[in-house]
């Protein structure tokens, strides 16, 4: 059974960086693209970043969140540096999308995800 585990989350103060980590386990996750999503309270799910053959990030992202993958132990990361808070959300994992990889119905695996809580 495939399981994805989030894990890095944690209260930091804006301009503060984290590391999130996603575990995959139960299948190769070799080549598949592996993405990372972010819902905020009340709010629906937010296309965060993705690592294929191409990297993509949401543009409020883009320059701050650093998205790279150890394939060997088939696991993701998101470097989040000048963190603001906006950015305060639930993160998730997902892997291996059928459709849009940047909508995350589309993928066939999430995990449960972990809280990121930035402090003003």
């Known amino acids: 059974q495939v399981q994805l585990v989030e894990s890095g989350g944690g209260l930091v103060q804006a301009g503060g960086s984290l590391r999130l980590s996603c575990a995959a386990s139960?299948?190769?996750?070799?080549?598949?693209?592996m993405g990372w999503f972010r819902q905020a309270p009340g709010k629906d799910y937010e296309f965060v970043s993705v690592?294929?053959?191409?990297?993509f990030y949401a543009d409020s992202v883009k320059g701050r969140f650093t998205i790279s993958r150890d394939k060997d132990k088939k696991m993701v990361y998101l470097q989040m540096n000048s963190l603001k808070p906006e950015d305060t959300a639930v993160y998730l994992c997902?892997?291996?999308?059928?459709?849009?990889?940047?909508?995350?119905?589309?993928?066939?695996?999430w995990g449960q995800g972990t809280q990121v809580t930035v402090s003003s």
């Open positions: 997902a892997a291996d999308p059928s459709g849009s990889w940047m909508r995350l119905s589309d993928y066939a695996y």
């Open positions: 139960g299948s190769t996750f070799s080549n598949e693209p």
């Open positions: 690592s294929g053959d191409s990297t």
